[in-house]
């Protein structure tokens, strides 16, 4: 590993503590180091709030040091203002020589801007820097603004011998998940903007699709409803936590509970993520049943998709969905329990 790798990786590590507040901005990390010592280290917290080279600048003592530094920063610099001056502006400002950059920024009104105006101040520019990695840390906000649509996660739990659930027209849903596996899904619901489910799932689950188990923001939650056949009493419409009820049938909207009318005569998913795009939802959670859940690998509409393996047999029940061959996979461990991890390359 390179000098230059050592300090990005470090930039890595601290732009992942943004993992639940950045967005809709991405995670970004800095480093400033002079003399072969950091002096200096920050990350994008929260949107609106300064970005990771305005922490990493404000947390160095001896402002002195930054004019023989080099910073290491894991995405592009800004160059335009938005709801925070441009970060290139303040490296300049500050007379920092030499920038270390993982990739360009993928925002139209960055894109190699923030790049040019450092080496048009005089400033020495690498960029690339385990730019692979980098640009794996921000695939969300690289996907909502490529692809015109929220990055998107399906999960679901499965049995030894390959159910999501028992048949059943009644009573309660086979626990495939531990304790502490169901942790962990609280804590990937407080790493996405929204969280959707279909109509069975909330009448047979009755889930309440909250991070009660982690900290973070509830995500907001997302029913397929299209004969509105929820009950009152569903917790997904007990006005606690923001939802979203995608319909055939008018409804009024209530402050916490929105109603959004979708022609179900066409396909119905690429009229959702545009509706979700619109309202710069970069993130999505999917955690249906398996209709629902193959729907969205059908249509080829999923960037990551988690299984969990539970050791439990069924003997019969609901199939789980089929994901597609071909996708790269990895093995997962997570708290003890096997996990299958399938991703677009």
């Not at 507040?21 to 709030?49: K, S």
């Not at 003997?315 to 061959?325: K, L, N």
């Amino acid at each position: 590993m390179t000098t230059d790798e050592k300090y990005m990786s470090r930039c890595l590590q601290l732009a992942r503590n943004g993992v639940c507040t950045a967005a809709p901005n991405p995670m970004v990390g800095a480093v400033i180091v002079c003399r072969d010592r950091i002096i200096g280290e920050g990350y994008h917290v929260h949107c609106g709030e300064g970005h990771a080279e305005v922490n990493a600048i404000a947390s160095v003592k001896d402002e002195s040091l930054l004019k023989e530094s080099t910073i290491y920063v894991s995405l592009e610099p800004c160059s335009h203002y938005g709801k925070t001056p441009p970060c290139a502006d303040l490296i300049i400002s500050k007379g920092i020589p030499r920038v270390v950059i993982g990739c360009m920024d993928p925002f139209p009104l960055v894109a190699g801007r923030g790049i040019r105006k450092l080496r048009e101040a005089g400033i020495e520019v690498t960029v690339g820097v385990l730019e692979k990695e980098c640009r794996r840390l921000i695939r969300r906000f690289i996907v909502f603004h490529t692809r015109k649509r929220p990055y998107i996660t399906l999960k679901w739990a499965e049995s030894a011998d390959g159910f999501i659930d028992r048949i059943r027209s009644g009573g309660r849903p086979a626990v495939l998940s531990t304790p502490l596996s169901a942790v962990y899904v609280h804590r990937q619901r407080a790493e996405h903007q929204a969280i959707l489910v279909g109509t069975r799932t909330a009448l047979l689950d009755n889930p309440s699709l909250t991070t009660r188990l982690w900290y973070g923001a509830h995500p907001l939650r997302l029913v397929i409803d299209r004969q509105l056949s929820l009950p009152a009493d569903c917790r997904l419409l007990d006005g606690t936590v923001p939802t979203c009820v995608f319909t055939a049938q008018e409804h009024v909207s209530s402050a916490s509970v929105e109603y959004c009318r979708l022609d179900f005569s066409a396909p119905v998913l690429p009229h959702l993520l545009d509706v979700l795009y619109g309202r710069k939802l970069q993130s999505l959670l999917v955690e249906g049943g398996s209709r629902l859940l193959q729907s969205f690998i059908d249509a080829g509409c999923w960037d990551e998709i988690f299984v969990e393996h539970a050791a439990l047999r069924l003997g019969e029940g609901v199939p789980a969905p089929v994901v597609p061959s071909g996708c790269a996979k990895e093995y997962l461990y997570r708290d003890g329990v096997p996990v299958s991890h399938y991703y677009k390359e």
